[in-house]
């Protein structure tokens, strides 16, 4: 499938009526994992990509990049539509227009730009955000460096956590005036909120981060929800899966003791596309 086919298809479901949940994804077997079982929207968070890629934390050390190297293999693995949390740009908004053209050429069907102050200044106490003209700068300079028209540019907003719901409402609809395909809101917690973002912009809603209450996606989806993430589960899995692993066989564990729990060879073709390369194999090397 063409990457402009995938963005596309992330199109429609942001124009559609009902909200999905994307795979969390972090490299190509993820990836290729994620597609086999039906789902369509690949998200590649920012803190997944520093822990997989630096075994760092959500710092913003992360490098542009290293995170678009990780966006092509992601990309290239399948026909996934991949959502890129790209953080707040790498910069002011002359990083955002270097951000946009990177993850562009690496693939990115979307990708969020937010408006948190990153990385943390000296003497922060906490988390803050950036100055609504300086978001809407970003934005617009980011819509500017996209060459594909169809690649999502969504800006993302914490100000329901940092800011408040009447600040959350105005930032979106200041987005909306930027032009952007899409609004992100972290710090949801009631749908209430949902509700006033809605009805404050016509744009479709991507969220994070909700409480389990929040969960059901019907109802999401009458208050403009059309992208609910679930958190990043199958990353948190994998790291206790290798560390099991890891300490059983340390502590004089055999191997046969982990046949349970480890891949079966049905898996790893589906994750390594081995039908693919056995079929190249055969047609170019026979």
């Given amino acids: 499938m063409l990457l402009s086919e995938r963005r596309e298809r992330f199109r429609e479901i942001l124009a559609g ?3 999905v949940h994307p795979g969390s994804v972090y490299d190509p077997m993820t990836a290729r994992m994620a597609e086999s079982l039906g789902f369509t929207i690949g998200m590649f968070a920012g803190s997944v990509a520093s822990a997989t890629v630096l075994g760092a934390p959500d710092l913003v050390v992360l490098t542009l990049s290293e995170l678009a190297e990780q966006v092509k293999r992601i990309s290239r ?3 996934l539509s991949i959502l890129v949390d790209a953080d707040h740009g790498f910069g002011n908004a002359l990083s955002v227009i270097r951000t946009v053209e990177e ?3 690496a693939g990115a069907s979307g990708l969020t730009i937010e408006d948190t102050l990153l990385p943390r200044p000296f003497g922060a106490d906490g988390d803050e955000l950036i100055s609504a003209d300086e978001l809407v700068g970003k934005l617009k300079a980011g819509l500017e460096a996209r060459r594909d028209p169809s690649l999502v540019i969504v800006g993302r907003t914490g100000a329901l956590r940092y800011g408040g719901l009447a600040e959350a409402t105005e930032r979106a609809a200041r987005m909306q005036v930027a032009g952007v395909d899409a609004i992100f809101l972290t710090g949801v917690t009631q749908l209430e909120q949902l509700a006033a973002v809605h009805e404050a912009t016509t744009l479709p809603l991507i969220i994070g981060g909700a409480p389990p209450d929040l969960a059901d996606a019907k109802q999401l989806a009458s208050v403009g929800v ?3 993430l679930q958190g990043h589960h199958p990353f948190y899995a994998s790291v206790k899966a290798a560390y099991d692993a890891l300490k059983h066989l340390k502590e004089g564990g055999p191997p046969a003791g982990l046949a349970d ?5 049905e898996l790893l073709e589906i994750s390594q596309a081995q039908g693919a390369y056995e079929r190249w194999q055969d047609a170019y090397l026979s």
Avoid: F, P, Q
Avoid at 261 to 265: G, L
């Fill in 77 to 79: 693995a399948g026909n």
């Fill in 103 to 105: 993850l562009e050429i």
């Fill in 226 to 228: 059309r992208v609910a």
């Fill in 261 to 265: 729990k480890v891949a079966s060879r």
């Fill in 17 to 19: 009526t009902e909200c």
